[in-house]
């Protein structure tokens, strides 16, 4: 069985970004001491019916995990190594935003065990700042960047890009000083308008208007090329890092491997019994808290993955990533050959048209991986290819 990754919801933000339709929620007064409790309790519960599995990763998200008291991140991570058998190699990701409140922080989350920071930079341009609704400035971004690097031995930040009034010039500009400042890891995120977010109202009434998908796509470009200049390869769709620096804990998500959700709204694989179960908290925060405290979890639903589900996942995660999908593991995870859930002859035209790359038989040990131009379409590609 492959190692566990943990991923641990924090639920709280400063404020709602207007694109955001993330499980974050903003409160006049944090509740710490409850939501601490709750969710050590929770993740002694899951780790009790889990067993002694090895621990690949730990995955504080958000919300935003950097207004956490560092105690609780401290024994959250001392809990994971006492209930799990963390590898000597274990990768702690806490992710933070570039405010003053969180930036005082970042030695007592060093302290503390995390070993791998995520900074929501989201843009070095203050316009654009202001028009995403972030809390920091383009000079706190920067700060947060030095003293991440200062602090951390990995870092990665997030870009979004194909903004309002956004030129491919001015975003070269702006990669590369970005990457000339830290430039392990990059998550590039593009900008969607998303249901029920203040932007759809916005953008519903014309006052909000995204750069077409022409644009989006030489922006997507750009990036690539900035990114390999400073020695970042894209191994993930929206990701790219320096060969060694990829993110262990979302390659588990990709490659389809098992993960832990704890906390409001976190969903979860795990093995149990010999069978593959997806799991879901209770999303609203103080009723995960209610739920925890009178049964010990949040849970609201969990259900056995069928095989063509598996599939369909595996699937959907996989051909995200450079390196595609091995015929053989997939098989494995998934309980049923790998062309056995594609449509053969929306596969042979892509193979044709260059969109994927297929070493080996679908059958057996092959690997079918999706190009560069494959991944530029990739969301269209998949909802014709898989079955």
């Known amino acids: ?29 944090i509740p710490q001491a409850r939501f601490a409790a709750a969710l050590r309790a929770e993740l002694a519960w899951e780790a009790a019916r889990l067993g002694r599995r090895p621990l690949a990763s730990i995955f504080f998200g958000g919300g935003t995990p950097s207004l956490m008291d560092p105690a609780t991140v401290a024994d959250l991570i001392a809990d994971a190594a006492r209930l799990f058998d963390p590898l000597p190699d274990i990768e702690i990701t806490l992710e933070a935003n570039p405010t003053s409140v969180e930036l005082g922080k970042l030695a007592a989350f060093r302290g503390a065990g995390v070993n791998r920071l995520s900074l929501g930079v989201q843009s070095l341009d203050g316009e654009a700042l202001r028009t995403l609704g972030r809390e920091h400035s383009a000079g706190q971004a920067v700060a947060a960047l030095e003293a991440a690097r200062a602090t951390f031995p990995r870092v990665s930040f997030d870009l979004i890009y194909a903004r309002p009034g956004q030129s491919v010039a001015a975003w070269r500009t702006e990669l ?7 430039a392990d890891h990059l998550s590039l995120y593009q900008l969607t308008i998303e249901p029920g977010t203040h932007f759809e109202a916005r953008h519903r009434r014309g006052e909000l208007v995204l750069p077409d998908d022409e644009l989006a796509a030489e922006l997507y470009v750009a990036t690539a090329d900035a990114c390999a200049a400073h020695g970042l390869l894209p191994y993930e769709v929206s990701n790219l890092a320096r060969p060694g620096a990829e993110s262990r804990h979302n390659l588990a998500y990709w490659r389809y491997a098992d993960y832990a959700g704890i906390g409001p709204g976190a969903h979860g694989r795990v093995t149990l019994g010999g069978e593959l179960v997806a799991t879901r908290r209770h999303r609203a925060p103080e009723p995960w808290a209610d739920r925890v405290e009178r049964q010990g979890h949040g849970s609201t639903a969990e259900e056995r993955v069928a095989p063509r589900d598996r599939a369909r996942e595996m699937l959907l995660m996989g051909l995200r990533l450079t390196e595609g999908i091995d015929a053989a593991r997939f098989a494995a995870r998934a309980g049923m050959a790998l062309g056995d859930a594609l449509d053969a002859g929306v596969l042979e035209q892509a193979l044709e048209a260059g969109y994927l790359t297929q070493d080996g038989s679908t059958q057996g040990g092959g690997r079918l991986a999706a190009t560069a131009e494959g991944r530029l379409r990739l969301d269209a590609l998949l909802a014709q290819l898989v079955i």
């Open 176 to 182: 590369d000083r970005a990457l000339s400042l830290c």
């Open 1 to 29: 069985m492959d190692p566990l990754a943990l991923y641990i919801h924090w639920p709280f933000c400063l404020a709602k970004c207007p694109y955001c339709d993330f499980n974050s929620h903003v409160r006049e007064r």
